[in-house]
C-alpha cells in the first residue's frame, strides 16, 4: 500500500493492510485475558447440593454434588461420619479449571474395606460431604457441606449358605463329578453375577445380572465356557456377587479346581459280521475292533464282550433289566438292522461294553470298566437269528447311552436268512 506521495507505508509488522494486524492483536490480549483469569481462579470454587437432608430409600433421583475448579486440579470427594470414619467416593481425579460446575451423582451408598460387603448404603445419621483439591503447585483448598441420611436401617443382601459341590470336578462326560452345584440363599431380591476366574486372568461367566428373589437359589456349572470350549486344569476361584435396588453390593468367593479334563472320542477301528447266510435260528457274530481316540478315559458298562441275544430280546431286557441304559458318561458298542422301526434309546437294542475283559476284573467288577486314552479292544458280539426275514441288512455302532450315536451304521451287511 502507498501513501499520497506513492511509497510504501510503514507496516511493522510485516502486513500491507493495518486493518488485519489489529484485530489479530486485539483478540490475542482478550484470548490472554480470558486464560489468565482462568488461571488465576480460586482453585477451588462454590461448592453445593441439591439437597440437605437424603433418604436414599425413598428418593428416585439421586444426591447431586457440585464444584467447580478455577485452575487445573486433583481433587477427591469423600463422606465423613460423627465417628470420623471417611468413605471414599472419589479419590485423586485430575479436573482441568472449567468454568462450568462438575457433578458428583451420590445414591446414599459407599464403599467399603470389608472383603464381603463391597458397597452399603449409609446408615441414617449426620455427615459431612468433603470436596478437596491440589493445584499442580501444591496449594490446596477444601469445601465441606452438612448432609443428614434419613430412613430407617435395612437389611444387607448377602449371599448366605453358599456351597460348591463337588469343589474338584472333571468335566469329560464321563458322568463322575462333571459338574459343580452352586446353592446359596437371598435374604431379600438382588441383581446377581456369578463368574469363575480363571488362572491366568481370563473371566468366564456362569449367570450375568439375574435378577432373583429372597429364596433358596440352585445353579449349575459345566467347567466350561460359555460356548462350551474347555479349560485347562488348574485351580480356579469363583465370585458370586448380589446388589440389591438401593446399591448395596456384596460378594463372596471360593475355589474350585478343575482336573482330568477332555472331551471323550472313541473309533470303531474294524468290524466283521458272518456269517452272511444263515438259517433261522442260527447265530451271527459281530467281530468289533474299538480305540479310545481321545485324552480322557471312556467309562463302558454291559453286557460283557460274548455275550449272546436273540432278535426276540433288547439290552433293557436281558439279565433282569440291570443293562437298560444310563444318562451321560457310558459308551457301548452295538448292532442294528434296517427293518427296525424303533427310534432313539429303541435303535441299536443290541449293546456290549467296550472291554474285552471279563466283568469280574472290570475296574469295578461286574459294574463298569474303563477304555483309557489309546487303549484299543476287540468285542464279540452274538446274534440268535428269530427274526423271520429272508434278508437282514445289520451294521453297527458306537452309543454314548443318553447323548447320542458317535459312529452310526457303519460296516453294513446283509445276512440272509433260511427257513
Known sequence: MLDAQGKPLHNPLGFMDRKYPVLLAVSLVLLALLLSSCADGPLLGTVTASAARYAPAASTKPLTISYTVGREATVSIYVLD????????????????????????????????????????????????????????????????????????????????????????SPNADAIDDIAEITYRLPVSATVDIAVNAPNGEVIPVVTRE???????????????????????????????????????????????????????????AAYIAPQRVMLGGVVTVTLRVRNTGTVPIRTYGPPSGFQYSTDEVFSSVEGGQFTAQAGGFWRVGVDWDANSGGGAKRYPFRWALSQRPPEQ??????????????????????????????????VGLIQDGVGFFQDRTARTIVEVGF
Open 82 to 169: 460423627g465417628a470420623g470414619t471417611r468413605y471414599t467416593l472419589r479419590q485423586g481425579q485430575v479436573r482441568p479449571a472449567s468454568s462450568s460446575a462438575y457433578v458428583l451423582r451420590f445414591d446414599g451408598t459407599v464403599p467399603t474395606d470389608d472383603p464381603v460387603v463391597l458397597r452399603r448404603l449409609l446408615a441414617p445419621g449426620d455427615y459431612q460431604v468433603v470436596v478437596a483439591a491440589q493445584g499442580t503447585a501444591g496449594q490446596q483448598a477444601e469445601r465441606s457441606l452438612p448432609l443428614t441420611i434419613t430412613g430407617s436401617v435395612l437389611p444387607l443382601p448377602d449371599v448366605a449358605n453358599l456351597l460348591v459341590t463337588p469343589t474338584t470336578i
Open 211 to 269: 435378577e432373583e428373589g429372597p429364596f433358596e437359589q440352585h445353579h449349575v456349572w459345566n467347567g466350561k465356557r460359555p460356548n462350551g470350549a474347555l479349560l485347562p486344569a488348574g485351580v480356579y476361584t469363583y465370585t458370586v456377587r448380589a446388589e440389591d435396588l438401593l446399591g448395596n453390593v456384596v460378594r463372596r468367593e471360593g475355589q474350585i479346581t478343575l482336573t482330568g479334563v477332555g472331551q471323550p472320542e472313541a473309533r470303531i477301528v
Open 362 to 395: 472290570w475296574a469295578t467288577p461286574g459294574v463298569e470298566d474303563f477304555l483309557r486314552p489309546g487303549e484299543e479292544v476287540e468285542i464279540v458280539g452274538r446274534i440268535q437269528i428269530l427274526q423271520r426275514e429272508t434278508k437282514l441288512g445289520l451294521y
